[in-house]
DNA sequence: CGTGATATTGATTCCACTCAATATGAGTGG
DNA sequence: CCACTCATATTGAGTGGAATCAATATCACG
């Protein structure tokens, strides 16, 4: 298995049960795999989009630039996170993102993921279900910011943080390195760096978590929890529900006729990919 | 014709191009139109999940409601706005949704749309459109909790109002019944009802805005939107995008009297605001 | 006309911001 | 190895925007 090789693949079939001929089609995606340094932009709002982004090492993160100089900091991407998926459509990019460390990212053109796309029920649904844990993260943090206080908004982040990252560290390494500065998270988390600076401080007396440098150590994740009234749930219950539903795939007696005339149709498309909908499998 | 009988063709040939044999499709699509009351609960989070709903008439909102007994508000839902996308997969309601008004709502099986997804390609593309501008909806909200003070806030959130409503009302009646209470704006804003109500004086004061009962004029358009930093492309740039790019849709084409004769008929829409809200007409 | 939901207004409080000074740490070059 | 610099972080003092509390006021509706 060379999943380790091809980040798309290792991150889908983390996600959804692929078929040897999924496996087999992800393995052919040709990529290309670059070096990139800490703060460098992968793109701007407003590019043309035509590629999708796997992070294969290093921390990313999108963000609103305001007029009033300030930054709204939207989301971050860890490494095995996929960036550009709502962009397949409109081919244009949402927002700004750029690299909060050195890493590798790998691009992966869009022409052929919507080959991919076409060919394959459970790879659209493993791009749905990555799109929908972003929305998820983005409700999370509206609620953060508008209904909880400082500690809370900044122990909320961090116990997601960590939850994120879990099923990457090794085993219960109660540390991890966190590379983002005070003045990032002030713009993820809508504070001032002040604040962030005493909350941690606050977070410290009470003994839930340590920090030193961009290294934190959550001691007791549990009570952290609690009082961010963190539940992990809507970062991974959607992986658990897919393995058992197998989920957008014809469950159907589906309309026959209809897809034969809209592989017809689909004939006189230019990009003319594999095909229509394959109700493969 | 009977777009009007079916809200989910009116929308999504709104969103996209569709082929004739699409709309066909789209057409033979069986639903259930039922009629709703304000503060009528349309699901809750938890619920399993096996329908979309398209909101034909009335307001709709989706929160979340905290342990301390907050709510926070995430989206608004307007007559053609679909729910449930992102529930497609998962199978599971994300948070509780309710009925801002009386209305009436169209529930479509996931079985039929299932059927209709493997179909079409367009009709994917719809709905991934869709669910990309309520994904940039929230992170604007985000953001003028985060960054904007309170009168760019709710400016904000009128503009995007105004702009949402803007295809649907009849020409330029500046004003339009906006069914959410104080409190209601409050819990979208992440404000108190006691600011909000006088942010309103504020506008008020400035010459902005008008506003008695649920029902809002926006005096100056231009300058509300200049104070709130609003820029409307996050609403409806993938619309023009799509007609242009026509990505993963068949670019076909296109049937313009059916645009055309659906514009019309938004038009002549009968209780374009006759009725409508009044939160319990 | 009374009732309950909704909205306004004033007084007070507080959380987090701003400003400003200092500290720490990493990286660089002498 | 030290001095310098730049980015980052800490701490204190003062301020302010919005929350809270509380007392009316207005409106819809039965």
Known sequence: MRNATNPMLKRLSALVSLTDGEIELLEGLTFEMRKVTAGEWLWHEGDSADSLLVISEGWGCSARYLSDGSRQLFATYLPGDILG??????????????MLTDGR???????????????????RSALFVIANQHQAMLAERLV????????????HFLCECRARLLEFLPDDVDGFQLPLSQQDLADAL????????????????????????????????QRLAEMADFDDHYLNCDKRILTINKPISLPEPVATEWLA???????????????EPTASS
């Open 85 to 98: 998926i709502f962009e397949l459509l409109s081919g244009i990019r949402r927002n700004d993102v750029s």
């Open 105 to 123: 990212v790998c691009e992966y053109s869009y022409s052929s993921i919507f080959t991919l796309l076409n060919a394959s029920n459970s790879v």
């Open 144 to 155: 953060s910011v508008a209904r909880r206080n400082a500690r809370e908004s900044l122990a």
């Open 190 to 221: 809508g504070m001032s760096t002040v604040h962030i600076s005493r909350t941690f401080s606050a977070l410290a007396c009470q003994g839930l978590v340590r920090r030193q440098h961009f290294h934190i150590v959550i001691l007791d994740p």
């Open 261 to 275: 005339s809209l592989k017809q149709d689909s004939k006189s498309r230019p990009s003319a990919e594999g095909d």
